[in-house]
């Protein structure tokens, strides 16, 4: 009779169903926390735009103008314009802009970055004559060289630009032995674009 009793009770929800109910409860508890986590980790990321998404464009098919043979792209902005250099077919860069499917050649020189505003940082060089670099910002038709600010140097470059035209600028001098040097160049001039 005990046993008959013991199951029934257990049949009834006695035991088993404290175990059962202890169970599901905890296991509430841990699908709750889960889906809770989840769905922060989902709204912040949504927040935060950490949402990835990615997209193939070909950029191989760059209709570059007559005397240019490629686009070599180095950079892109926030409204999805491509800056990087096309190179006539004797090998001298030119600093171009590829936005909605047009490519716009610049002035002779390399780009490296650009900013928001659209001012390009890089270089111009005199190649084939010489390997050395001078740092320059590129707006639209004007190129500003920044003259050398150091004894000796002989190659600089732009490395990034900020959305106030504030640059810094990568120079070395003639011995090669990476003696390297980093300035702040602000631009003061007024802006034509």
């Known amino acids: 009779m005990s046993t008959r009793l013991g199951f029934s009770k257990l049949a009834r929800g006695g035991l088993l169903g404290v175990v059962n109910s202890n169970y599901c409860k905890w296991l509430s508890c841990v699908i709750a926390l889960a889906l809770g986590w989840l769905g922060s980790a989902m709204s912040a990321q949504d927040l935060d735009g950490d949402c990835y998404r990615y997209k193939y464009v070909s950029l191989t098919g760059v209709k570059v103008p007559p ?102 600028v990568w120079s070395e001098d003639p011995s090669g032995f990476n003696r390297n040097t980093y300035r702040l160049v602000t631009i003061q001039c007024p802006r034509t674009m």
């Open 67 to 168: 005397g240019f043979d490629q686009f070599v792209p180095t950079v892109i902005d926030d409204r999805g314009r491509i800056y990087g250099d096309v190179y006539e077919q004797s090998g001298i860069a030119h600093v171009a802009i590829y936005e909605h499917g047009v490519l716009t050649v610049l002035k002779p020189g390399n780009a490296v970055t650009a900013n928001a505003i659209g001012t390009i940082g890089g270089f111009v060089s005199d190649y084939p004559q010489s390997d050395d670099l001078q740092a320059a910002l590129f707006r639209r038709s004007r190129v500003e060289l920044i003259p050398p600010l150091l004894p000796g140097e002989t190659r600089s470059l732009v490395q990034s630009v900020n959305d106030s035209d504030t640059a810094l």
